[in-house]
């Protein structure tokens, strides 16, 4: 296999995290849940929206 035969793509990770996570579970843990859902739901088509290619 040469060098010529290898097809290369950029690939990004992103990485969050909920500050005051353990405050808002104590606080009501299901409400954080359905927000965390929802933010995680609405990320992907966010991310697609603004990916330059």
């Given amino acids: 296999m040469t060098t010529k ?8 990770i992103l990485s969050a995290d909920v ?3 353990n ?3 104590g606080d009501d ?7 965390i859902t929802k933010y995680r739901e609405t990320l992907p088509s966010l991310v697609n929206q603004y990916w330059l290619t």
């Avoid at 843990?29 to 927000?35: I, N, Q, S």
């Fill in 29 to 35: 843990e299901v409400a954080t849940v359905k927000t």
């Fill in 19 to 21: 500050q005051g996570y």
């Fill in 5 to 12: 035969d290898v097809k290369r793509k950029l690939k990004a």
């Fill in 23 to 25: 405050r808002l579970m």
